[in-house]
Structure formats: structure tokens, C-alpha cells
């Protein structure tokens, strides 16, 4: 490369004062300057290639690997949103089923607290009702004891009056009451209740 620099130079400074004239017509038809015209095509592109080479193709290069280095920073980063989005959404879900796990939990949690008051009320409200069933049969027994005993007054009663009045004379209270009371027993009770 050295060898065609110093040629290049050398050939340039021979044919130098033939480069600025133009007697005969179009230098650029003229063959007598075509080495010169060589020599400056050479230059000018040999200046423009390192020109290109030195300044503009590293500002391009560099322009295309940051440009490429963004572009894989990007997809890595949206490549990290996604599976970050991902996580989001599978904990999502986990969240929405561990809440609906909970919720039907605290449903039958619920129900089950209901219906263990219901027992306790309807228990509760079953004593009462045998209390007051009992009560009452307690009250039916007392009424029945005192309507008898009351009956046995009542027809110990008449029947001293019948017994005056059929036979004009005072009679024994005690033995008409003991014949009422045992007449009574026997018969008396069947009908009563």
C-alpha cells in the first residue's frame, strides 16, 4: 500500500504542470491529461473513502449498536414486564381463589352457627312447651282433684237434702259423705273424664 502511495506521489508531481492547462479543446477527451485526472480521481476518493472510513462509518456503527443495544435492553425488559405481568397474574388468581375458599368458609361457618341457634332456640322453645304442657296437665289434675272433691261436697250436700226431705229428719253428714265418695269412686270417675 506503500509502494502505490509514493507512486501515486511521484507521478503526481511529474505531470503537475500539464494538470492546469487546456490549449487543445476538452482535457477531460484529451489523453495527454488522463494521468492527472487519474491522479485527482484517485485523491479525492482516496480522501472521501477515509473520510468515510475514519468519521462517518464509526458515527454509523455506533449509531447502529447502541440503536441495537437499546432494541435488546427493550426486549429484555419487556421479556421481564411479561413474566412480571405473568407473576401478577397468577397471583391474581391465587388471591380470587383463596378468597372464594374463604368466602365459602365463612358461608358455611355462617350456616352452621344458624342452624346450631335454631337447635338451641327450638330446644329451648321445646322445654317451654313441656313446661307449659306440664303445667297444664298440673292444672287439669288439680282442677279434676278439686272439681271431685267439690262433686263429692255438692252431692254429699244434695243428697242430705234429698234424704231430709224424704224422710223428715236430721241424718248423719259423715256416713251420706262416705257413701258419696265411695259411690263416686266406683262409678263416678269413669264419666268424668
Known amino acids: 500500500m506503500k509502494i502505490f502511495w509514493i507512486t501515486l506521489c511521484i507521478v503526481f508531481c511529474v505531470h503537475l504542470d500539464r494538470a492546469y492547462g487546456s490549449e487543445a479543446g476538452m482535457p477531460q477527451l484529451n489523453p495527454e491529461f488522463w494521468f492527472a485526472q487519474i491522479f485527482w ?10 473520510i468515510i472510513w475514519k468519521i462517518f462509518l464509526p458515527k454509523i456503527t455506533y449509531n447502529i449498536e447502541n440503536r441495537k443495544s437499546r432494541l435488546v435492553n427493550d426486549l429484555n425488559e419487556a421479556e421481564k414486564l411479561k413474566e412480571t405481568a405473568q407473576k401478577k397474574l397468577q397471583e ?7 378468597s372464594k375458599k374463604e368466602a365459602k368458609k365463612i358461608s358455611e361457618d355462617s350456616k352452621k352457627k344458624l342452624d346450631k341457634e335454631i337447635q338451641l332456640k327450638k330446644n329451648k322453645f321445646d322445654e317451654e312447651i313441656d313446661k307449659e304442657i306440664k303445667s297444664a296437665e298440673q292444672d287439669i289434675k288439680n282442677l279434676k282433684e278439686s272439681s271431685i272433691s267439690g262433686i263429692n261436697k255438692i252431692a254429699s250436700e244434695t243428697a242430705e237434702e234429698i234424704i231430709k226431705k224424704i224422710i223428715n229428719s236430721e241424718i248423719n253428714k259423715s256416713s251420706v259423705s262416705a257413701v258419696v265418695s265411695e259411690v263416686i ?4 270417675e269413669k264419666h268424668l273424664w
Not at 185 to 188: E, L, N, R, V, Y
Request: aromatic share 28%; net charge positive; proline share 0%.
Open 41 to 50: 480521481l484517485i485523491l479525492i476518493f482516496s480522501f472521501l473513502y477515509f
Open 92 to 98: 391474581y388468581y391465587i388471591i380470587i381463589e383463596n
Open 185 to 188: 269412686k266406683k262409678k263416678g
